[in-house]
């Protein structure tokens, strides 16, 4: 069981809390490509994180909160790999084609997607989601209207619904190469859902 010391507003649990997420990241970034559904188990996690599996509840609430929490922290991070290669485009056309093939590129996107659709009908799970969505909205929209400033590009429908909708669209793409479904995201205009130009 956790001690006082381990709490999570103590230095001590903030480490726990840290190694714990970092442990499960690595596990989920490490069980195989895009299309592996393998999921990872609260011993492996407990393992992997040298902590005892009583203590992931104690600080994350549910195995499903760290899968999400661990799956958007890998997915912002490789959001940076996304805004790299944007700043290569010399024109708007390239800079919406770079970033839908970016998008769907990162392996870190079937896993949050997966996560995502994991919520259920969780309310504390679908908060979460919530929050998440708007740090990564809110990152994208900053990005893109940096992009559209540098560049004296515009935005017919604006950055934020651009950030949005393009996200919408990744990962409604993603659910359905996940699934198999046949004429996935490569028949897909992913570009055609960011209107800068």
């Not at 870190?108 to 979460?128: F, N």
């Not at 990152?139 to 560049?151: F, G, K, W």
């Amino acid at each position: 069981m956790a001690t006082t010391s381990d709490a999570p507003g103590t230095p001590r649990g903030a480490a726990t809390r840290a190694r714990i997420l970092a442990a499960t990241a690595g596990l989920l970034s490490g069980t195989g490509g895009p299309t592996e559904h393998r999921t990872v188990t609260v011993s492996e996690i407990a393992r992997a994180a040298g902590v005892y599996p009583n203590q992931i509840t104690h600080h994350y609430g549910s195995k499903d909160r760290l899968v999400l929490d661990a799956a958007f922290a890998l997915f912002l991070r490789d959001t940076t790999r996304l805004q790299a290669a944007g700043r290569h485009a010399t024109s708007a056309e390239a800079f919406r084609q770079v970033l839908a093939r970016t998008a769907l590129a990162m392996p870190s996107t079937p896993l949050v997607v997966r996560a995502l659709a994991s919520t259920g009908d969780d309310a504390a799970q679908r908060e979460r989601v919530r929050l998440l969505l708007q740090v990564l909205f809110r990152q994208s929209e900053r990005y893109l209207e940096r992009v559209v400033t540098e560049h004296c590009w515009t935005s017919r429908s604006g950055v934020g619904r651009d950030a949005r909708t393009f996200w919408s669209a990744v990962f409604g793409a993603t659910l359905l190469a996940d699934a198999g479904v046949t004429g996935g995201p490569s028949d897909l205009d992913l570009a055609g859902t960011v209107s800068i130009t």
